[in-house]
């Protein structure tokens, strides 16, 4: 075990250590349908957090993805409404919507050389204005491919059902894990989160690279919609305010750092359960209030990037001496 | 024309002509009576309703300064302002009530600073921790109901006039003027400017940039406690869930809109308060003009656009190249001694 590979651990051991205390309290935890439902319920979290995690592995952030979810979802609902576009074509339309808006800002983030938070703020009101623009009210879907999607399940054993949506975020975050850890694209990701200056010296084309890292943030984020709105059957332009936040969250907690170039697709997955695990138990104690989910992510937040500091602090001391 | 007009020339004449435009959808939009002792009109109303962003600029143009950021004003806000309520509502007074909230600021400034300038943690991430966690810390004190109160001389924060000015517009203007005073007229401002320049060099040069950074972020944390104060006292109540909510997003619009450099260094005090009256305008502006409020956001984030393009380090260089290049004069000698003295 390294000091690369700690976080990792720590993560998946405070997971696996929280569940096993859920257990103990509410051995119910345990059952598939608890599982099932975890995974389907943060679905579109645990799909945005995988783009999350390449820009920041990147060391550069993505604020707007929780207005493109929104807008995604209101875009759906309206081409559906308006449109006699078959469902299959609307999100083919809305992901290279969102992969070109993501683009877009990964452009501007490198021709202004402006810092990605304020670009991305920028990015943020766009989208959302645009959502507001298409409709301002919430919008349903009414259409029978919805219903199919909605119920389309795996019964695993225990009746806890393994939805489209939890079979799609897994199905992300692999991808990811492939994307970042295994192609040319992803070595690049870590050589600019190591230092953009140094990625061009070795020869990493810093610009391209910075449209591809945000348009797959993008793409993700519509993704990310396209489920939502599966998951709610409406669109919604005041919707996911602030998911932008819950997915950088899940990003630290699942074990990588913040300034970019060291991390795993597959801790942000753990991070999103871990999320998702302190909301389920909420709900099952039935006394604990909501407000509590909120404290208890900043306390894990805090603890995951003082893990991290210390870390790195060891690692320059023993490179010192 | 004195250096401090000259430095916030683009933000006056953006601010006026935007208040043009609305002039002319709304042609009494400069129109301000006098009636049962207050000042009335639209202009005095963005006065007020820009106080909350207007506060939070003040402490956000500090941190900004610092190449820092703070995420957590609005939390920071949400919790002060149920501080006061709850004081009030046990009794503890005005006195009571406003003290608690600004210690309740200052603790979270305290918090965000040690963080930032003793563990060495990114700002945003370090602000990011309290972003999340405060307004659960808010619902805590307010036990997730709104607290309301019934008490005039809190109310009198966010509703009351002194001589027919609207309080909420006397606090900001009154704490910018004191923040710009204290470090313009001390050598703060400049301490400031050279840790956000290079930290580095600037504590082996003598700074103790440790404990400045953590005065600047307990400044913001004051800032951010007047803005829940008066977010409180004007509802009588605190909300818990939607005081101060994404209002750290328009605080930094502020600043930016007021020529600060996300990259630390020079700061404006004055031009990031007229950023805040800019946002403002626009809010109230589209409304009092009769267009649809969804286009609020469109019209914030082309504006961003537009003022990254100029602050770009990229194109910066080559508009004042073409600047140069048009005014026809061999200037070189001469901007680099005004940049100098800027």
Redesign the interface.
């Known amino acids: 075990m390294t000091s690369r590979t700690l976080p990792l651990f720590a993560t998946i051991a405070i997971f696996l250590i929280a569940y096993l205390v859920c257990y103990l309290q509410f051995p119910a935890m345990l059952s598939t349908r608890v599982i099932g439902n975890l995974l389907t319920d943060n679905a579109y979290l645990g799909i945005v957090a995988v783009g999350m995690t390449v820009v920041i592995l990147s060391g550069g952030?993505d604020l707007s993805v929780g207005s493109v979810i929104a807008f995604s979802g209101v875009f759906i609902a309206v081409m559906l409404r308006d449109t006699g576009l078959h469902p299959l074509v609307v999100f083919a339309l809305l992901l290279a919507v969102t992969t070109a808006f993501g683009a877009f800002m990964g452009g501007?983030i490198h021709?202004?050389?402006?810092?990605p938070?304020?670009?991305t703020?920028?990015?943020?009101?766009?989208a959302?204005?645009?959502g507001?623009?298409l409709s301002?009210e919430s919008v349903p879907i009414q259409h029978p491919f919805y219903e199919v999607l909605k119920d389309a399940y795996y019964l695993m054993p225990g009746k806890g059902r393994l939805t489209l949506l939890g079979v799609a975020m897994l199905l992300s975050v692999a991808g990811g894990m492939i994307l970042a850890h295994r192609t040319r694209f992803g070595t690049r990701v870590f050589a600019m989160g190591g230092g953009a200056q140094t990625a061009q010296l070795m020869g990493v084309p810093v610009g391209l690279t910075t449209v591809q890292i945000y348009a797959f943030s993008g793409f993700m984020a519509g993704l990310s919609g396209v489920a939502f709105s599966i998951y709610t059957a409406s669109g919604y332009?005041l919707a996911m305010?602030g998911t932008e936040?819950n997915a950088?969250?899940a990003v630290?907690i699942g074990g990588t750092i913040?300034?970019g170039g060291a991390g795993y697709v597959f801790g942000t997955l753990i991070g999103v359960l871990t999320m998702g695990l302190i909301q389920t138990y909420i709900v099952f104690d039935g006394s604990l209030?909501?407000?509590?989910?909120?404290?208890v992510?900043?306390?894990l937040?805090?603890m995951f990037?003082?893990l991290q500091?210390g870390l790195l602090r060891l690692g320059t001391a023993r490179a010192a001496a | 024309m004195p250096r401090v007009i000259q430095r916030v020339l683009p933000q006056l004449l953006t601010l006026a002509a935007l208040m043009a435009l609305v002039s002319v959808f709304f042609p009494d939009f400069l129109e301000i009576t006098y009636s049962d002792g207050r000042l009335v009109g639209p202009v005095i109303d963005i006065l007020k309703r820009g106080a909350p962003v207007a506060l939070l600029a003040i402490g956000m143009t500090l941190v900004i300064a610092t190449r820092g950021i703070d995420l957590s004003v609005g939390a920071t806000m949400a919790i002060c302002g149920a501080c006061s309520a709850w004081a009030i509502s046990a009794g503890y007074g005005l006195a009571g009530a406003l003290g608690f909230a600004m210690l309740a600021g200052l603790a979270a400034g305290l918090w965000n600073g040690a963080l930032v300038a003793v563990f060495g943690i990114q700002p945003i991430v370090a602000t990011l921790i309290l972003m999340t966690a405060g307004r659960g810390v808010a619902q805590l004190i307010t036990e997730g109901r709104i607290l309301t109160f019934n008490h005039e001389g809190l109310a009198f924060f966010g509703s009351g006039d002194i001589l027919g000015v609207p309080m909420p517009t006397l606090i900001w203007v009154l704490l910018g003027v004191l923040v710009a005073l204290l470090v313009r007229r001390t050598a703060l401002g400049l301490l400031i400017e050279a840790i956000g320049i290079n930290r580095r060099a600037s504590t082996l040069a003598g700074i103790n940039s440790r404990v400045l950074l953590i005065a600047v972020y307990m400044a913001s944390g004051f800032c951010a406690a007047w803005a829940g104060i008066v977010a409180t006292a004007d509802i009588r109540g605190a909300d818990a869930n939607n005081s101060g909510l994404w209002l750290e997003l328009d605080a930094i619009l502020a600043v930016v809109i007021g020529g600060n450099s996300l990259l630390g260094g020079r700061f404006s005090i004055a031009a990031s308060l007229l950023g805040a009256m800019i946002i403002q305008t626009i809010d109230t502006g589209i409304l009092l003009a009769g267009f649809p409020s969804e286009f609020n956001l469109v019209i914030k984030a082309a504006l961003v656009l537009v003022i990254l393009v100029l602050q770009s380090p990229n194109l910066a260089p080559r508009f004042a190249r073409i600047a140069r290049r048009r005014r026809g004069t061999p200037a070189a000698g001469k901007l680099t001694t005004r940049e100098a003295g800027e």
């Open positions: 952030i501007l021709v202004l050389a402006m810092p938070f304020i670009v703020l920028a990015g943020m009101f766009l959302r204005g645009a507001y623009m301002v332009p305010v936040l950088i969250a630290v913040l300034t209030s909501s407000w509590w989910t909120k404290i992510i900043g306390a937040l805090l990037i003082l500091k």
